[in-house]
């Protein structure tokens, strides 16, 4: 994830993002890279704290030198499709977990990102606002065609994805893709996988 | 093993001790250099004729040191204090190790020790080196003889800033102590998670209480400036000062609040690149450096202050030197002396028949006759100097007495007014180069350059025609006013009134109270003058004034080079202790500043990924931090900076007749200079640090 991301550096073999290969990117060609291209949402939503909801929204595209004119506008369309509206004004520390999450999504996607990076992303969340979260995940994806590539080790979670890629121990261990199954056809085959992925005979003694 | 972990913790956090060792080393520099001044040799050999002075100005300077060493004092305790909160964690680690108190105690004993000995050895030994310089530095600023260079050492200062140090040093670790005694596991171990809290200010409340900040400022400002005058009693100046604290501590208060407010309304700029988060970040500290950034600012304040005005005291002294000293030497002889009279004390003095015989008789001859070679002197000018009995200041002020009295309960009201006829000035006035002034058969000046004693006199004049009786007889004012001029040359314009009358006036013989004489020695180089000037002030060799001690003559004199020699001693002290305590101010806040910042980085090292995290460029990283630490030195400086533009103005008026606006620019430029120096080295080195911290291993 930290490679994908081009937060750390690959030691051997390339990774290509949209036909660039991001391994032979350097210093501020990597800012301008990550900025442009990626968004990023964390386990533990790293918003600013002494900023409001807004101005984290809109820190992303300050950062990008966008107009000033056009940020109002793009930040309150954002706010609106992840439903936080109604706390833009507020500093993190006075909105729930879920609402962070919300927050840092917002962020993540008003860029208009080719890719959204997303690390466990329901890891501090209860269950309800990991649902409402996913849910928003998967209505950026269809409405907004945003690539959402995100790490879990919640079969649930995982659910809600297009297409899964279990790995184990640092190896792709197995492949599956919703296709026309529902959800819960797709979770159930999940449960399957990650059964099997528990372990090696061996292991059981 | 303490010793090992102690030295080993040492090397570890060597670069949060940077900040700490700067201001130990350069405190310890600063300290020395000023108090070996007494073992320079530069200074001795300025000081063959003014010894007292440079006396006076070494016990100044040690009772300054005493203060000095109370400021540098409090500065370590505070560094020291940040140091051992930053480390709370550690110490937690320790204690779950089963470390007891005591043993965390004495391995930050043994580090305080270990800093302790290195800065003072480092600072000892710079400040021996640059105080050569200072030597150097110090004879030419004050035009004293540097003919040769010796390496001072004074084991005095040296014992003196060891002592000190040593002081400051058990002050701090007893403070270290008492602070881990207070420590529970618990906090040090979630010390780094302990969240601050983010206050947030009600924006209205912000902008109200800033401009009623605003207006307190400008009220103070006003008393120093406009109604100076009124300020004339301590509780006033108090009030004044309380008024500037108490605005200075609310707009720190108020200022993020306020300035976010109007920033965050001007979107272009607000929704620019990092000015959010930059402002943001101010915003959020500010809070809890009100008391921090209030006293930084007072210290700058009083650094510039200080600086500023004692450097145009002392451009103005030197001025107003060539002015007031015109000719080489000044004589002047009681005349007409009585059988007996009683002095101030109430004894009773009987003067020998030969001194009232001298009495009567010019300085000339009685120079002449006691053995002294005219021809040494050209220029001589002689006049005699009359008092009319009736005649005294209150007798001046006539009707308006009362008043003045109330004014000014302290002045020698009965002192008798000094005469002079026109004609005899006019010689004076004409040999110093001073305007000459005529008079009408019914007329006087009156001549007066001392500035409250000029006040109070216009007070009188300024009605106009106001009539005098002089020796029997009324005269009237020829102007409305004051005029400047003086006889006896001094430092600088001491004349506190002198009548100027027609040489019509019937002043007798008998009414002369002293004989002036004003000559100019009669040689051309310095080495001939200082011959000359021998004769005068050498007690051993010289004839002249033997006879003149043996005989009890009532002769008395100045010399122009005995008077800048005073004065330059005088100007020094004053200019030295003013740069003492103004570079420990500085250095004082500049640390202060700097060590909060730096602690500030490492709490911030967070926010500052995030930023990375979401995509800024390091550029843009740097520049949000310098803006940031740059914003935190601006803030106190420019308030200080407005502060000192009324302060200096009231410090030149307390200070009026003696330091003048006109010299006010360049002293400005070299404060400007130093502080510059000095501030922006703790900037520099602030800006560094934080970089430092927050940059990322892996990146």
């Not at chain 1, 966008?66 to 500093?91: H, M, R």
């Not at chain 2, 003196?160 to 171990?189: D, E, G, H, P």
């Not at chain 2, 430092?491 to 002369?512: F, K, Q, R």
């Amino acid at each position: 994830m930290n490679c994908l991301s081009t937060i750390d550096r690959v030691t051997a073999g390339h990774i290509i993002i949209n036909q660039q290969d991001i391994t032979k990117l350097k210093g501020n060609q990597l800012n301008k890279f990550r900025r442009e291209e990626l968004g990023f949402i964390f386990q533990d939503f790293n918003l600013l704290d002494t900023l409001t909801a807004y101005e984290n929204i809109a820190l992303a595209l300050t950062i990008q030198r966008v107009p000033e004119n056009e940020i109002d506008a793009k930040v309150k369309n954002v706010a609106e499709k992840l439903g936080i509206t109604s706390i833009l004004n507020k500093y993190p520390y006075q909105v729930s977990g879920g609402q962070k999450q919300r927050i840092a999504s917002c962020r993540a996607i008003i860029t208009n990102p080719k890719m959204i990076l997303a690390d466990e992303p329901t890891g501090a969340l209860d269950s309800k606002a990991a649902r409402q979260l996913l849910e928003s995940f998967e209505s950026l994806n269809q409405k907004l065609g945003s690539t959402i590539l995100m790490v879990t080790h919640d079969a649930f979670t995982a659910s809600y994805a297009e297409r899964i890629i279990f790995i184990k121990d640092g190896k792709i261990f197995n492949e599956l893709v919703k296709g026309i199954d529902t959800r819960k056809q797709f979770f159930e085959k999940i449960i399957e996988v990650q059964t099997l992925l528990g372990g090696d005979l061996n292991d059981v003694i | 093993m303490l010793f090992k972990l102690s030295f080993k913790n040492m090397k570890k956090s060597i670069k949060d001790y940077g900040i700490y060792f700067l201001t130990l080393v350069l405190g310890v520099a600063i300290f020395y250099m000023f108090n070996s001044l007494d073992s320079q040799e530069a200074m001795l050999k300025v000081s063959t004729s003014q010894r007292q002075i440079i006396q006076l100005m070494i016990e100044m300077l040690a009772y300054v040191s005493v203060f000095v060493a109370v400021i540098l004092g409090l500065l370590i305790v505070y560094a020291n204090n940040f140091l051992i909160n930053r480390r709370k964690r550690e110490f937690g680690i320790y204690m779950t190790l089963g470390m007891g108190k005591r043993q965390i105690s004495k391995i930050i004993l043994l580090e305080t020790i270990f800093v302790g000995m290195i800065s003072l050895v480092i600072g000892l030994v710079i400040g021996i080196f640059a105080s050569q310089f200072m030597s150097i530095f110090v004879s030419k600023l004050f035009e004293a003889d540097m003919s040769k260079f010796e390496f001072v050492f004074s084991k005095t200062a040296c014992v003196k800033t060891c002592v000190y140090f040593a002081i400051m040093y058990v002050a701090v670790m007893v403070f270290n102590t008492f602070t881990i005694s207070r420590y529970k596991l618990i906090n040090l171990l979630n010390s780094a998670k302990k969240n601050e809290k983010i206050k947030m200010k009600n924006p209205v409340l912000s902008i109200l209480v800033f401009l009623g900040a605003t207006i307190l400022l400008g009220f103070a400002y006003w008393k120093v400036t406009i109604d100076a005058h009124n300020l004339n009693s301590g509780d006033k100046i108090l009030q004044v000062i309380l008024m500037g604290i108490v605005g200075t501590v609310l707009v720190f208060w108020s200022l993020s609040g306020f300035i976010l407010r109007i920033v965050q309304s001007m979107k272009k700029t607000y929704l620019k690149d990092t000015n959010m988060f930059v402002l943001r970040q101010i915003n959020n500290k500010i809070n809890t450096t009100i008391v921090s950034m209030s006293v930084i600012c007072l210290m700058l304040f009083m650094t510039m202050t200080i600086l500023s005005s004692s450097l145009a005291l002392r451009n103005t002294m030197q001025r107003d030197l060539l002015e007031m000293t015109p000719v080489d030497l000044n004589l002047y002889k009681t005349a007409y002396l009585p059988e007996k009279t009683t002095n101030r004390s109430g004894k009773e003095i009987i003067y020998t028949e030969a001194q009232r015989q001298d009495s009567r008789v010019s300085i000339q001859h009685t120079l002449e006759s006691n053995g002294f070679d005219m021809n040494l002197l050209k220029d001589v000018e002689e006049i005699p100097i009359y008092t009319d009995k009736n005649l005294t200041w209150e007798k001046f002020f006539g009707a308006k007495i009362e008043k003045i009295k109330a004014k000014f309960p302290y002045l020698q009201y009965n002192t008798p007014e000094e005469l002079i006829k026109i004609s005899d000035y006019n010689r004076i006035a004409k040999l110093y180069g001073n305007q000459e002034y005529e008079l009408k058969e019914n007329e006087y000046v009156m001549l007066c350059d001392f500035d409250s004693q000029e006040e109070i006199r216009n007070e009188v004049l300024k009605d106009g025609n106001y009539p005098l009786e002089i020796a029997g007889k009324t005269y009237i004012a020829k102007y409305q006013e004051c005029k400047s001029g003086f006889v006896v040359m001094s430092t600088s314009h001491t004349n506190t009134g002198i009548i100027l009358v027609p040489d019509s006036c019937n002043l007798t013989d008998e009414m002369a109270e002293m004989y002036f004489l004003a000559a100019n020695y009669n040689a051309v180089t310095e080495e001939e003058k200082a011959e000359i000037e021998k004769i005068f002030t050498g007690k051993e060799e010289s004839t002249i004034l033997n006879n003149v001690y043996e005989k009890g003559l009532q002769l008395d004199g100045l010399s122009k080079i005995s008077i800048i020699e005073a004065s330059v001693g005088l100007a020094t002290m004053i200019t030295f202790i003013a740069i003492y305590l103004g570079i420990i101010f500085l250095i004082a806040s500049s640390a202060i500043l700097a060590l909060k910042q730096l602690t500030e980085s490492s709490d911030n090292k967070q926010r500052y990924t995030i930023l990375r995290k979401i995509g800024c460029d390091e550029k843009m990283i740097h520049m949000a931090l310098f803006r940031q630490i740059g914003i935190f030195f601006g803030m106190p400086l420019i308030l200080a900076t407005i502060h000192s533009v009324f302060g200096i103005q009231y410090a030149l008026s307390v200070l009026s007749g003696v330091a003048s606006t006109k010299d006010l620019l360049p002293s400005v430029i070299a404060t400007v200079v130093v502080m510059g120096m000095i501030y922006g080295a703790y900037f520099m080195a602030t800006y560094l640090g934080s970089k430092n911290i927050i940059k990322e291993e892996n990146f």
